[in-house]
Nanobody, 118 residues
């Protein structure tokens, strides 16, 4: 089992910055990839960014150049640095972890709300 707890969501003005954190606990040694997803009201959950154990990253086109995903393995924590925020970035942001297995097992955090508004 893996437990994920997000934090850092807030209300921010357009053009502002926020850093989200996702603290992992439990069977974290078996995790091979983590990521951030978001879901706006009335829309499907979508990929924001992912990072593998080797440090490879992938970003949605809508956040490339503005968001940075990173991991601190010593703290068992993943981060999402969000810069130049836009109103369309408003959503609940969810942390995700994928655990080795046949089939792989996916875990989700409870979500943290990001609202971009003046």
């Amino acid at each position: 089992q893996v437990q994920l707890v997000e934090s850092g969501g807030d209300l921010v003005q357009p053009g502002g910055s926020l850093r989200l954190s996702c603290a992992a606990s439990g069977s974290i040694g078996s995790i091979y990839a983590m990521g951030w997803y978001r879901q706006a009201p009335g829309k499907q959950r979508e990929l924001v960014a992912t990072i593998t154990n080797s440090g490879s990253t992938k970003y949605a086109d809508s956040v490339k150049g503005r968001f940075i995903i990173s991991r601190d393995n010593a703290k068992n924590t993943m981060y999402l640095q969000m810069n130049s925020l836009k109103p369309e970035d408003t959503a609940a942001y969810y942390c995700n972890a994928v655990q080795w297995g046949v089939p792989p097992i996916t875990y989700w955090g409870q979500g943290t709300q990001v609202t971009v508004s003046s």
